[in-house]
């Protein structure tokens, strides 16, 4: 399994920018890629990015697309989450994920980190 640690979140304004990290300790190699989740109060976690930890090909979820972008540092077992142009809708705690099984489903979760974006 994939431990995963989550930093970077915090209050900004709309229009700001945030960069998320996410660190991954554990069996980092059994992972095929990493992701990116997020809860808005009274909503169910939801899809935000992914990216294929060997390829580096990546999917975002529509909301985000062209705003959100997702990488990885390889040698440093490291996934980041770049949040441009937030808007208050992207406020949220932020999910970093890993182990995904043959389904796309996600298994292994960090603890979360919030990010508020003020009006």
């Known amino acids: 399994q994939v431990q995963l640690l989550e930093s970077g979140g915090g209050l900004v304004q709309a229009g700001e920018s945030l960069r998320l990290s996410c660190a991954a300790s554990?069996?980092?190699?059994?992972?095929?890629?990493m992701g990116w989740f997020r809860q808005a109060p009274g909503k169910d976690r939801e899809f935000v990015a992914a990216?294929?930890?060997?390829?580096?090909?990546?999917e975002y979820a529509d909301s985000v697309k062209g705003r959100f972008t997702i990488s990885r540092d390889k040698a440093k077992n490291m996934v980041y989450l770049l949040m441009n142009s937030l808007n208050p809708e992207d406020t949220a705690i932020y999910y970093c994920?890993?182990?995904?099984?043959?389904?796309?489903?996600?298994?292994?979760w960090g603890q979360g980190t919030q990010v508020t974006v003020s009006s």
């Open positions: 994920a890993a182990d995904p099984d043959v389904n796309g489903a996600f298994h292994s």
């Open positions: 554990g069996r980092t190699g059994d992972s095929y890629a």
């Open positions: 990216v294929h930890w060997y390829s580096g090909n990546t």
